[in-house]
């Protein structure tokens, strides 16, 4: 059983900075693709940011040149590193990953949410 471990989320200031963790843990699995959701209130979950195997990373255009999305394969981990934060930041934010294992094959994951206020 493979699990999404979400961590650093927070409240902070308009113009401040948060940074994201997610690890994956389990066993005999691979990662590909690693990613950021957000769920915002009222909205639909959206695409925050993602990563490949080859360190190719898309960003939301609302976000585009604030965050910064890593990972240390080594750690089977993934951050998001968010500067200059804005009110309209605030959300749930859930870590996503493609992983692959013998029992399941190649499929999403996703991990339990971590909150982010932006206050103004």
């Known amino acids: 059983q493979v699990q999404l471990v979400e961590s650093g989320g927070g409240l902070v200031q308009a113009g401040g900075s948060l940074r994201l963790s997610c690890a994956a843990s389990g066993s005999a699995f691979s990662i590909d693709t690693m990613g950021w959701y957000r769920q915002a209130p009222g909205k639909q979950r959206a695409l925050v940011a993602h990563?490949?195997?080859?360190?190719?990373?898309h960003y939301a255009d609302s976000v585009e040149g604030r965050f910064t999305i890593s990972r240390d394969d080594a750690k089977n981990t993934v951050y998001l590193q968010m500067d200059g934060l804005k009110p309209e930041d605030t959300g749930v934010y859930y870590c996503?990953?493609?992983?692959?294992?013998?029992?399941?094959?190649?499929?999403?994951?996703w991990g339990q949410g971590t909150q982010v206020t932006v206050s103004s």
């Open positions: 990563i490949t195997r080859k360190d190719f990373a």
């Open positions: 996503n990953a493609l992983i692959r294992t013998a029992l399941r094959g190649t499929a999403d994951y």
